[in-house]
């Protein structure tokens, strides 16, 4: 096993090793050359957590990705017929892309680009910044072999962001922002030929032509982001937040609600699932300042789907439910309120944090993460080990198990004991 191929296992979650090893069966049956690629490949060469599985095969990408899916129950959530790449969603919550390597070339800034069937090598030739255009082959011959045509390796070690071409954001200006969020995530600085390119296509200015559903798309990204804030402003000073929506280019009042989203966002877990929830309560704290004129202008311009724009301002009216169950005074155990939230919708309990005004609200929703949640996590697996029941009652005895735990009473520490006496002074002794 080469170095590469150990540093990828022990960087992967065991949702994510085993979403590896079904790519590469299904990709091994079907004669397919694989390999990872993009920000799979650049989070794990930089020391970052891998959030999500970039894989290009040299081939029939969908097909590839239908087998996928018929064998590991997975979801196709989305299909690119153009660029032959599909997003999948497996059961575990882990995700993943399966892409044809592809030459692409535009025939307008941002405009719907003319793909062809390409090499490895070709694909990472024409990709956006040299961090992403490094592979590792997951093939039986050459499997843990790293492709780095371009010398993204060593800018990864400098911690810096390098265009692949000299004209990638004439054809592509959606990496203007791409660069802004990059930098403000991974900590990278802008390599100093690449600011010159910057500066030129914002002359030409090139931003002007990023589609709609691009800057929406871009906003989704943002909102999975742990520096949202930062990026948010990042942007606004570099000139590109009113791409968005003028609002929220003057004296940027989201400021405040952004970094307290940020705050509440790192208390859920880290999961795949939680992440894709921020959206909607990120968007209330971005446009929180703006009218209901002005959010719905927005989600036109931004041509966001129902289903975005409902998470987005539909998120309060669908918490009310669960408000007024965490103030029910008939929730008095921890372990209702444990119940409660753990089962509740991500994005439901993130805008209550945020935004609900009730103590009691706050209250429980604190309890539930700063006490309730640590207590569960702190069981061991020998005391889960003691939790016995049949196959189809493991789920109600694991409950009751929790709810022991949580509702049981610390037992009482016995008063200290006196303190000794103080001797007398031995003159005040004799003076008796």
């Known amino acids: 096993m080469s170095d590469y191929i150990y540093i990828l296992e022990s960087h992967l979650s065991p949702d994510q090793n085993q979403v590896l090893g079904e790519v590469m069966a299904a990709a091994g049956q079907a004669n397919l050359n694989l390999f990872l690629t993009g920000g799979a490949m ?41 660029r032959k790449s599909a997003e999948l969603e497996f059961r575990s919550g882990a995700t993943a892309q399966i892409a044809m390597s592809r030459q692409e070339k535009y025939p307008r800034g941002g405009g719907k680009p003319q793909v062809t069937p390409a090499t490895i090598q070709e ?15 997951l093939n039986k011959t050459s499997r843990g072999l790293l492709l780095d045509p371009l010398n993204g390796l060593a800018d990864i070690e400098r911690r810096e962001l390098r265009a692949v071409s000299s004209y990638g ?12 969020r990059l930098g403000v995530r991974l900590g990278f600085a802008t390599e100093e030929r690449t600011a010159m390119q910057v500066a030129n296509a914002r002359e030409a200015e090139v931003e002007k032509a990023i589609p709609p559903r691009a800057l929406g798309a871009e906003l989704k990204l943002i909102s999975a982001e742990d520096s949202a804030a930062g990026i948010i402003e990042a942007l606004a ?18 400021r405040a609600g952004l970094a307290k989203f940020e705050k509440i966002a790192r208390m859920l877990p880290d999961e795949t699932q939680v992440r894709a929830a921020r959206f909607g309560p990120f968007m209330f704290a971005l446009t929180e300042k703006l009218s209901a004129r002005e959010k719905q202008a927005l ?16 998120v309060e009216a669908r918490s009310k439910k669960l408000a007024a169950a965490l103030r029910s005074p008939r929730i008095r155990k921890p372990s ?7 089962t509740a919708a991500p994005d439901q309990v993130m805008f209550l944090l945020y935004a609900s005004p009730l103590k009691p609200v706050q209250d429980r929703l604190r309890a539930y993460f700063q006490k309730y949640l640590p207590a569960i996590q702190e069981i061991t697996p020998e005391e ?21 735990r949580l509702d049981r009473r610390a037992p009482r520490k016995p008063p200290p004991p006196p303190p000794p006496p103080v001797p007398e002074p031995a003159m005040a002794r004799r003076g008796r």
């Open 42 to 82: 650049r989070d794990m060469l930089a020391g970052f957590q891998i959030r999500d599985l970039d894989f290009v095969v040299e081939g029939a990408a969908l097909k590839l990705a239908k087998a996928v899916a018929g064998h590991s129950g997975a979801t196709i959530v989305s299909a690119d017929e153009n």
């Open 123 to 137: 694909d990472l030739r024409g990709r956006d910044f040299t961090c992403n255009a490094v592979a590792l082959s």
């Open 169 to 180: 954001f004439y054809d592509d200006p959606t990496r203007l922002l791409r660069l802004v």
């Open 237 to 254: 000073q570099a000139g590109l937040l009113e791409l968005f929506s003028p609002a929220l280019a003057g004296p940027h009042p989201h």
């Open 299 to 314: 989600a036109k311009h931004l041509e966001m789907s129902r289903a975005d724009t409902n998470r987005w301002l539909q």
């Open 336 to 342: 209702q309120v444990y119940q409660l939230i753990s």
């Open 384 to 404: 889960w080990a003691t939790v016995e029941a049949k196959p189809s009652r493991q789920q109600k005895a694991r409950e009751e198990f929790i709810a022991n």
